[in-house]
Nanobody, 119 residues
């Protein structure tokens, strides 16, 4: 089992920045890739970014490429999402996910943290 706890959400003005954090409780013998997703009211959950277990490869959705940066610290069991130049359309609940080592599909989810961007 993996437990994920996100933090760092809040209210920010357009053009501002936030850094989300995700604390993962993971057995040292288990390996996962990590991802961030978001879900806005009335919309499907959307992939944003992923980072491999080794941290050597990252992937981004086109909608956030160049503005968001995913990183992780395996020693601290932390995954981060630095978000810059936030816009009102970025308003959503943001979720951290543990991704299956083969296939990258989400296996575990956090409870989410709300990000609201005002214009």
């Amino acid at each position: 089992q993996v437990q994920l706890v996100e933090s760092g959400g809040g209210l920010v003005q357009a053009g501002g920045s936030l850094k989300l954090s995700c604390l993962a409780s993971v057995r040292s013998s288990n390996r996962y890739h990590w991802g961030w997703f978001r879900e806005a009211p009335g919309k499907e959950r959307e992939f944003l970014a992923a980072i491999t277990w080794g941290g050597d490869t990252t992937h981004y959705a086109d909608s956030v490429k160049g503005r968001f940066t995913i990183s992780r610290d395996n020693a601290k069991n932390m995954v981060y999402l630095q978000m810059n130049n936030l816009q009102p359309e970025d308003t959503a609940m943001y979720y951290c996910a543990a991704l299956r080592f083969v296939g990258y599909s989400p296996q575990y989810w956090g409870q989410g943290t709300q990000v609201t961007v005002s214009s």
